[in-house]
């Protein structure tokens, strides 16, 4: 994984055309990027997203912004129930137990 301006690439190698070929993540468009050595990758990465961000700039569209760290959950009454007792059985609040299970699992992804 790449990081630049708070954007995330992720790239991959591509065997057959002998290049490397990324995604940058969480965009609200398709934002591709790719080069022959990792410096190239990398500079196509750094510039896809300032192409992304200029393009956005001419066309009067917000960009995606990096995470506020709130979003909303929505879980089926009982799983609700059952995430309530448990947190509360660990002494913490639910927002406070759902954080650390989700950076429990996330970790493993980053």
């Known amino acids: 994984m790449m990081e630049y301006k708070g954007y995330v690439g992720k790239a991959e190698v591509d065997d057959e055309a002998e290049i490397f070929h990324g995604e940058v993540l969480l965009t609200r468009g398709v934002v591709t990027f790719q080069g022959r050595t990792v410096n190239e990758l990398k500079k196509s990465f750094r510039d896809s997203v300032d192409g992304y ?3 956005c700039g001419e066309q009067g569209i ?8 709130k979003f909303v959950l929505r879980l089926n009454p009982e799983a ?13 609040s639910l927002n406070a137990w759902a954080a650390e299970k989700i950076n ?6 980053a």
């Open 62 to 69: 917000a960009p995606e912004k990096p995470f506020s760290g």
């Open 80 to 92: 609700h129930r059952r995430a309530a007792l448990a947190a509360r059985l660990e002494g913490k």
């Open 104 to 109: 429990q699992a996330a970790s493993h992804a």
């Open 53 to 55: 961000l200029n393009f």
